[in-house]
């Protein structure tokens, strides 16, 4: 059996120069920095004579050089590193434009402390590499972990498995320790610990969490089993093909890392912007000394540079992105929408197709009764009283569908003498009547024929893809007969047809939903959804390497991909495509993979995430262009280019500006919370 399926979410690429870097660290680091920075602020002399106060105690001038050195060496440190490590890889960015930026401001500090100039740079300093820390933090937060989703595939696996010696006796070892060849019982309930071959037994096998097929699959003699999936009716004897790394579970994680690593390698736009401005300021800063030395002023070279070259720390720009992903994020998770991937958002708003995963989105992955049909001397009713009394211990999810079904109605009566008939169905004694409950297979060994209103019934039930279970009577002299049957379907999520519908409302161009289920199971589910023919796309009867090669088959046909899933086996396809949205209740790993989580497992939440991607990118691209604008007029004014008319920025006047300008980037982001983010709105 093959496994896997590719998906993208396109990594993190821009941020492997951060390597290293934890929100932990620089969640450490922000907040003792910020403690620093206010007494800096407090007993900076600009600032008492802005707001028009003064504090004079003993010490109070070494408050700026000694806090603001331990901010600067502490709190700076991982921006001073990653401003080496650019400069090493000629690779300038945000972390040597601030390294520069702090730098400067530093030495301009000290040189003012030693009086060999007077430029009050000590809260400046703190400042910038306090709000830097700030921002780097809150970014780092929204970046994905992709080792979450190997972590989460490891924990499919059970940690021991029990291997029959020779004699038959039951051996308890760590499932590292088997190896090919070795025989292993895999008990009702237990997971397979290895891929292999079932050498004795017959069971049914819940496979959804790798394959996405819905309904368990029945294995005997001479099937090959996966590791991770679940015998749900009876033991098993299972010879054991592969291990480790061979397992076909090892070989979806190989594909979710492969994916994660071969993801678009897009940088950030703030990245982009502070490569420029690091090239300008530099260039800035060096024309401005070189002019103002020719002009014979080496005083006013030296003030002039150094507020360029501060008026270049990117205050606002380093917000810019962090700001609103942060904002965008809390806000989104407040309404059941976890946003992991920095980039995800950014991508989703170009999204033109939604690739679905059936089972367990749009569906809700589990059975439930949709029909009842009854013959001879039972009525509806009296037919799922008889089987839900006959299937009350039975743990096969089809029986607990029947169960559940009877319980709802109030039908509930005591069976006894239940028996397991694997593969086949089971049986016990109701009001001192044997019966049994099962599929084809039971009907094949006893033998009996289905009246035709029942066989009308099944058929009908069959081309929508239901499951059909037949009630039979088992008297003790006479011909077993068949009184009833039942379809059980994996319930689509009422919400699912809305969701479609606001994705098209929204300009998604395709709808396209992909199943292990068979074509019938999943025509019945697309036409239940409203699917538009010659439009949208229903692949069926699909491996999971095959779920994989459809979403790089729709991306090869120039659509942008968002791909929503719950399984295992979506957990390449999240990663693979260019938006991986997890639907909550699904499992960890596909949880792991995607780069957006819909913890409220509503699919509407794919609407949602498009309107907030377009509302933050706007918002991002707005504070780009301020940040940016800001510099392209001060930059100019600090460098003096209006001396000659008496028009000046003053380092002071500098730091005014940069505060304005992070309050404006800060304000506009807040606009976000506008966005309408609850599921089913418009």
């Known amino acids: 059996m093959e496994h896997g399926h590719q998906g ?9 120069k951060h390597a290293g870097h934890d929100p932990e660290q620089f969640r450490r680091k922000f907040w003792l920095s910020l403690a620093l920075t206010l007494p800096i602020v407090a007993t900076s002399h600009m600032v008492m004579k802005w707001f028009g106060y003064s504090l004079d105690f003993p010490g109070v001038e070494w408050v700026g050089p000694v806090l603001g050195s331990v901010v600067f060496f502490y709190g700076g440190w991982p921006f001073l590193v990653g401003g080496v490590r650019e400069v090493r890889d000629r690779a300038p960015g945000m972390m040597l434009l601030i390294s520069t930026a702090i730098t400067v401001a530093y030495v301009a500090s000290v040189a003012t402390s030693l009086r060999l100039f007077d430029l009050d740079f000590w809260w400046e300093l703190a ?44 051996q308890r070892v760590p499932v590292a320790g088997l190896r090919v060849g070795d025989l292993v019982l895999v008990r009702s309930g237990g997971r397979v610990p290895a891929d292999g071959r079932i050498v004795d037994g017959a069971a049914e096998l819940d496979e959804s969490m790798i394959t996405g097929e819905s309904r368990p699959v029945p294995r005997a003699v001479g099937d090959r089993v996966v590791a991770g999936t679940v015998a749900t009716d009876s033991a098993l004897r299972v010879r054991v093909e592969a291990v480790g790394e061979d397992t076909a579970l090892a070989g979806i994680g190989r594909l979710v890392a492969q994916a994660q690593a071969s993801g678009g390698r897009a940088q950030a736009l703030a990245d982009r912007f502070a490569a420029l401005l690091f090239y300008v300021a530099s260039g800035a800063g060096l024309a401005t000394f070189a002019t103002w030395i020719v002009l014979g002023n080496a005083d006013q070279a030296v003030v002039r540079t150094v507020t360029v070259l501060v008026i270049a720390c990117p205050h606002a720009l380093g917000l810019a992105i962090p700001l609103v992903v942060a904002l965008s994020t809390a806000l989104s998770a407040r309404s059941g929408i976890l946003v992991k991937d920095r980039l995800a958002l950014e991508r989703m708003r170009t999204v033109d197709t939604v690739l679905f995963d059936k089972t367990g989105t749009l569906t809700r992955g589990s059975h439930t009764l949709t029909g009842v049909a009854a013959a001879g001397d039972l009525d509806e009713d009296g037919a799922l009283r008889v089987a839900g009394a006959v299937e009350a211990d039975s743990e096969h999810p089809l029986a607990r569908a029947l169960v559940t079904a009877a319980q709802d109605r109030g039908l509930r009566v005591q069976a006894r003498d239940f028996r397991s008939l694997t593969g086949r169905g089971v049986r016990a004694v109701v009001d001192g009547t044997a019966w049994a409950v099962g599929g084809p297979a039971l009907l094949r060994e006893v033998d009996v024929e289905v009246p035709d209103e029942l066989t009308r019934a099944a058929e009908g039930w069959s081309r929508r893809g239901a499951a059909v279970l037949h009630l039979v009577r088992l008297p003790e002299s006479g011909r077993p007969a ?4 039942f379809a059980l379907e994996d319930e689509v999520r009422p919400e699912a047809r809305q969701a479609i519908e606001e994705l098209r409302e929204q300009g998604v161009r395709k709808i396209v939903m992909i199943t292990g289920d068979a074509r019938t199971v999943a025509e019945a589910v697309a036409a239940d959804l409203g699917f538009r023919a010659g439009v949208d796309e229903v692949f069926a009867e699909v491996l999971p390497a095959d779920k994989d090669k459809a979403v790089t088959e729709l991306q090869a046909r120039g659509l942008t991909v968002a791909m929503v899933g719950d399984g295992v086996n979506d957990a390449p396809a999240l990663a693979r495509a260019d938006v991986g949205v997890a639907i909550g209740a699904g499992t960890d790993v596909a949880i792991e993979s995607a780069g957006v989580v819909l913890a409220s497992s509503d699919p509407r939440g794919v609407a949602a995430v498009l309107r907030l991607s377009r509302a933050s990118y706007r918002k991002m691209r707005q504070n780009l262009a301020w940040a940016a604008g800001y510099n392209v007029v001060a930059i100019p004014l600090a460098a003096g280019v209006l001396a000659w008319a008496g028009i000046a920025l003053s380092p002071a006047l500098g730091a005014v500006l940069m505060s304005a300008s992070t309050i404006v980037v800060a304000l506009n982001a807040q606009l976000l919370r506008r966005v309408r983010l609850t599921p089913g709105q418009g």
């Open 8 to 16: 993208s979410h396109a990594g993190h690429g821009g941020h492997d």
């Open 127 to 170: 400042a910038l590499v306090t709000i830097m820390l700030l921002g780097h933090w809150q970014e780092m937060k929204a970046v994905g972990q992709a080792q979450g989703a190997l972590t989460a595939l490891a924990a499919l696996l059970p940690d021991d498995a029990e291997r029959l010696d020779d004699s038959g006796g039951v």
């Open 482 to 485: 068949v009184v009833g049957a």
